[in-house]
């Protein structure tokens, strides 16, 4: 490891200095001390591993879960129905062992290995609020598991809480992250549509969009002639939908299976295991301890700074210190909020980086559920070939261009055209349902929505110290709702989407909408977000913490608005923006 | 998967997890033997034979596999022990217990000592008072038990291959293209 640094220092004179005074470090512990720490390997800490490896930077990643590897810790990825047990129903026991992961919807037999077992991962949350803590701890974490939309904030967001008066302004602007979304693209692949929608801009290195089927150019074609403020476009998803040899390593273009949540053995989708921990252990500097949970950041008040953390080995419950120079906290929001809770310090006794108070509070989740489908006449000669691991989109058109209406803020709406598959509610028995049960439906459209939720201090996580888990580590509590203006927005979520299937032409409309349920649509965020002024935020605008220089915190935490679209390209955008900024630090001395 | 999937897939799940006897006829109570074949799970051989005699009329064998032939009853089988909480395979039991009662109230036999053009007249007149129509809270007997058959059969290795367009790997997607008349329904691996 020294040879490697020593090289690396020369190479790049910048680094010298630095270098020299890491390895006096290792002389009181080589083997535990890095260049740097990330906490995580999902979605932001894949992207950390990657740029500090490739940076020369030496870095350890703790990840609490086991390891997956690519391709090899796929054990279903490959399997048909019927060589499951019991295909795609979820036995009593896997609803008991899994009873809020099992009601997601891409949970069952081809999958629970990805999904926590909520028996053992207990958290708390009042009676009348419920809350749902969907997880996957293991190498990737949800990035095996996610949705795979690829959306871009824009100016809308950025500006909106400051436009509307609400929370605190974000400290970056569109222009300061549109870099780093050109990046991220570019390397994990976005297959996206050049359109002119402002708001949610499209990407230079979009690869084709998966086409729009026969339903779904109809329903376009009638609503953009209706609404001149909607256009109907192919959701950006992170999926390799073409690739020059060479171009993506590893990895190969989309089948059509729409297996995606199994993982995919072509690495045609985004996760950290296919992408970013390849390419960082490719350049011989990653370090990835799995069952290791940190517990804790050890926060050292003679040097003003964070000099490593505590692990606890979930396996052995045994305890570790490991140092490094710089730490990124990516353990996804509520578990990096939570780590900071629990690094009290006699500076920092509401926990770590929180002079300002606001750590854990703030907590957002989109809101969904509300949607309805219809019938359409006519295309039956038109058909699909494959399975299409994407859906469309209806960029968000409330309040765009001026407050509009009697809520702030706005959604989404998305879904998409199929034919009903083997209808088993007809009437018929016999041969000549057998026959009749081999051929295509009817055309069918269905939409949802994904819409934004307000900044509320009251919407919060804590810690209770006095009931650990099993390894120690102290109990989560989350207490959040939606809101006034969620609720308003959901009554006119769903009749503009009631509207929009009738002015596309569709039959039998039927229409629903859930009471939304936090953390349901798994985009928890905002406990210990950016800011400008330190006394109102825990993060600046490069995701460092205002309190201790040294430390960062990458993931949903940092998020001050939730805006509506899926966040997950903005905080790889922001991790890498991050990385950059920490690494152009260190080279200075200045952490 | 996505959402549309997600959709189609709860709203069969959530009507699955309801029972009620055919025709909305009064639950009757009744002694029931447990299985007494090493090979059944929950079922006594009585009820498989009768689920076999109903499932072989839905889907009898053609120039493809019959129900029973892929082993549909005895995947019902398993679903009454492992999948359905105790209160569903109780009304699973109790339905299908009403429905040889009302086969035998109609034609003073069980309806596995009937003959298969009888069984054919019998379950023709059920299926068009049951199926092709929506429910809210009780959900008679057959409809659940009909869309089980079918949904198992189409989750079979034999079920799929035979009759659908068994397609693993599609490779690239194509949005749009001309479906042929008597094309089949193309299915891949998902659940």
Redesign the interface.
Known sequence: MCTLRLRIALKNAGYAVNYLYISVMEMMNDSNTYDTIVVGSGMTGGWAAKEFTEKGLSTLVLERGRDVKHVKDYPTA?????E??????????EKEQYFIQSQK??F???SKHFFVNDQEHRYEYPEDKPFKWFRGYQTGGRSLLW?RGAYRFSDLEFKANAKDGIGIDWPIRYKDIAPWYDYIEKFIGVAGAQHDVWQLPSGKHYLPP?????G??VVKERLEAHYSDRKLIPNPVAHI?KAKPGQFKGRS?????????RGCPYGAYFSSNSSTLPAAYDTGNLTLLSNTLVHSVIYDEHQDKAVGVRVINTQTNQTTEYFARVIFLCASTLISTAILMNSKTSRFSDGLANSSGVLGHYLMDHHSKV?G?GIMEGG????????????TAIPRFRNVNGQEMDFLRGYGV???A??Q??N????????G??QK????GPW?M?L?TQAETLPNYNNQVEIDENKNDKWGFPMIKVTAEYGENEMLMREDIYQQIEEMLEVAGLKDIEM?KETPVFGDTIHEMGTARMGRDQSTSVLNGYNQCHDVPNLFVTDGSCMVSSGNVSTSLTYMALTARACDYAVKQMKKGNI | MNRREAIKKSTWIAKSAIFAPALMSAIQSCERKLSETENLLVLNDQQHRLIEAIADTIIPKTDTPSASEVKVPQFLDLLLKDVFDQEVTEKFLTGLEQFDEDCKQASGKSYTQLDQSHRNDYLEQIDREVMGKEYDTLIPFYFTFKQLCVRTYYSTEQGIKQNLNYVPVPGQFQGDIALGAGDKIMVGNQM
């Open positions: 490959n399997m048909a129905p019927w499951f047990k019991h295909r795609g129903h979820l036995t009593r026991k919807y891409n069952d037999a081809s949705g998966f086409e729009l089927n026969y779904e150019k939908t273009a989309c089948q059509s299976r729409n297996l995606c949540h949607g489908m039956e000669d038109r058909i699909y070939q494959g399975f299409r691991p994407a859906m998305w879904g998409g199929y034919r598959g083997t088993a509610g007809q009437v018929g028995i016999g041969a349902l057998k049960l081999t051929q295509y069918i269905s949802g629903h």
